[in-house]
Nanobody, 135 residues
Framework: EVQLVESGGGLVQVGGSLRLSCVAS????????ISWFRQAPGKEREGVAC????????NYQDSVKGRFTISSDYAKNTVFLQMDSLKPEDTGVYYC????????????????????????????WGQGIQVTVAS
């Protein structure tokens, strides 16, 4: 059974840090591009960070650059999102998702952010985990 399970969320003060984990079962992360998305209350879900396994590149939404880091431990089939200097606007439900199409497509060259953050390109999603940054 294919499954993605997020953990590590919770309540943190402004300026604090959290480390989210996403563990995969039923498939190998090495065959996919892995992204973290988030959905704030009353807003649409948005892409936050992406790790493309095929080419080893990372991409970040502008608002989290320099504060968030996506990384992986392929041996443990786990992807992480280290979130530092957290702000109230980082509050939301965070999801990990994987895309075989983007992983393959990236072998032909860089892909646009529109394509990268298009939810229709993602094959599997986790259930989401809450992150709350208190001011």
């Amino acid at each position: 059974e294919v499954q993605l399970v997020e953990s590590g969320g919770g309540l943190v003060q402004v300026g604090g840090s959290l480390r989210l984990s996403c563990v995969a079962s039923g498939f190998s992360f090495g065959d996919y591009a892995i992204s973290w998305f988030r959905q704030a209350p009353g807003k649409e879900r948005e892409g936050v960070a992406c790790l493309v396994s095929s080419v080893g590149t990372t991409n970040y939404q502008d608002s989290v650059k320099g504060r968030f880091t996506i990384s992986s431990d392929y041996a443990k089939n786990t992807v992480f999102l280290q979130m530092d200097s957290l702000k109230p606007e980082d509050t939301g439900v965070y999801y990990c998702a994987v895309s075989v199409h983007l992983n393959v497509r990236s072998l032909r060259g860089p892909i646009s952010r529109d394509l990268l953050w298009s939810e229709g390109n993602y094959d599997y999603w986790g259930q989401g985990i809450q992150v709350t940054v208190a001011s």
